[in-house]
């Protein structure tokens, strides 16, 4: 069969794209791969109808297709002739903060359900969109194509992998000014524990809101607007935990939003136990941090309620160590999970202590981790699970 996907200039939906289109490869199909779109028009589309392919494998929800035309009042999708697969990862509708455009997206999705099929990590996501009428909708599970590395002496002892924020005074908050009311209440909520679920605090939000329709439309796009914004503080709360940390170095790749290694910088924490440095951009690099680190940490429960990010399967097939806030998830793939989650930073600096003084169990916890994930939550396999459903 014959796929189009295309790229992305965000460096992670980059690499799914080229990880998901290398799988489809080696199981024979032939796979057109274009770069991201960033002027769509309708002779974007047009090519890529000249191209016959069975199936536009859409990885994200930057991709072309998902982009509206003012003009014609069509999503692009509306406008492909082939199948189409779709990849949610967090929030179904991460684009757009527009109730009317998203009932407007639902509505188009509606009219070419006979030719696509949607895939989500979020379980919350599958019973939203299954609430409003979808019925081809399948969970999938992130993969990763990092290999084992043999490390003798770890390098880093407290690492860190993204983009966080000093503190939540400090972030600018415009992008949400309208909602901040509800959602510094849910952050509240939400420092007393990690693993408190934004979704349902919202869906409840919604459903007492005597102001809001309460046809599940309306309920699905109001509540999706109020995810999105949440989203928002994700950067704060990864800097009041990694600032609670109790270790005498940590280093972070990436960090800060200005890409600068200027101490001074705003967007950095001014302790001098953090360690910057500058993004990483190709996987291979970000193999030999997570192999080289005692600890990896993991704060995305902001973005995903309960599903697995791709850092946790990174970290565990490159044979590294991880310790991640809750993933209700996670105990799906093993019971051994709750032995690295943690609810509040308190709960995370009790887990360091307790390895950092029995390397025998963190060395029994690190190779149950690796065989838990390792061969299995990879591309291909996921890649087959993608063509079983749509064929």
């Known amino acids: 069969m014959r796929f189009i996907l295309e790229s992305s200039t965000i460096p992670i939906y980059k690499r799914i794209a080229a990880a998901f289109g290398n799988a489809l490869s080696e ?6 791969s274009i770069n991201q779109v960033n002027d769509p028009s309708l002779e974007s589309i047009k090519q890529i109808n000249e191209l016959n392919p069975d199936y536009y494998f859409s990885t994200n929800e930057y991709n072309l297709i998902h982009k509206y035309h003012e003009e014609t ?22 684009c757009l903060r527009d109730v009317e455009l998203i009932k407007r997206k639902c509505l188009a999705l509606k009219n070419i359900e006979h030719k696509s099929t949607h895939f989500c990590l979020e379980d919350t996501n599958i019973e939203d969109l299954k609430a409003i009428g979808f019925k081809n909708i399948h969970k999938i599970w992130h993969a990763s194509e990092l290999q084992p590395l043999v490390v003798d002496q770890p390098k880093y002892n407290v690492s860190f992998v993204g983009h966080f924020f000093p503190s939540l005074d400090a972030y600018p908050k415009t992008k949400i000014e309208k909602e901040l009311p509800l959602h510094l209440a849910a952050y509240k909520l939400k420092q007393l524990d990690l693993g408190f679920e934004a979704s349902k605090y919202y ?9 809001i329709p309460a046809d599940p439309l309306s309920q699905f796009a109001h509540k999706q607007v109020l995810i999105d914004g949440f989203t928002e503080l994700t950067l704060p709360m990864r800097g009041e935990v990694l600032n ?3 270790a005498e170095k940590i280093d972070v790749f990436g ?3 200005s890409q600068s290694l200027d101490r001074r910088s705003p967007y950095k924490i001014q302790d001098e136990k953090f360690n910057y440095y500058l993004p990483t951009l190709e996987y291979t690099n970000v193999n030999q941090i997570y192999a080289n680190s005692k600890f990896n940490i993991n704060i995305s429960s902001f973005q995903m309620d309960g599903a697995v990010n791709n850092r946790i399967i990174d970290v565990a097939s490159s044979g590294g160590f991880i310790l991640t806030d809750k993933k209700n998830n996670l105990e799906e793939i093993s019971p051994i999970f709750k032995e690295i989650t943690f609810t509040t930073p308190k709960e995370l600096n009790e887990l360091m202590e307790k390895y950092l003084s029995n390397n025998n169990l963190y060395t029994e916890v690190k190779e149950f981790l690796f065989n838990s994930i390792f061969n299995k939550f990879i591309y291909r396999n996921q890649v087959n699970e993608v063509i079983n459903s749509v064929h």
């Open 244 to 246: 609670g940390i109790h």
């Open 203 to 211: 869906a409840d939000l919604i459903r007492q809101d005597k102001n």
């Open 255 to 257: 960090g800060d939003l």
């Open 73 to 94: 009042q069509e999503f692009y999708f509306e406008k492909i002739k082939s199948k189409i697969i779709f990849i949610h990862h967090d929030n179904t509708f991460s």
């Open 27 to 32: 199981l024979g199909h032939e796979v057109i």
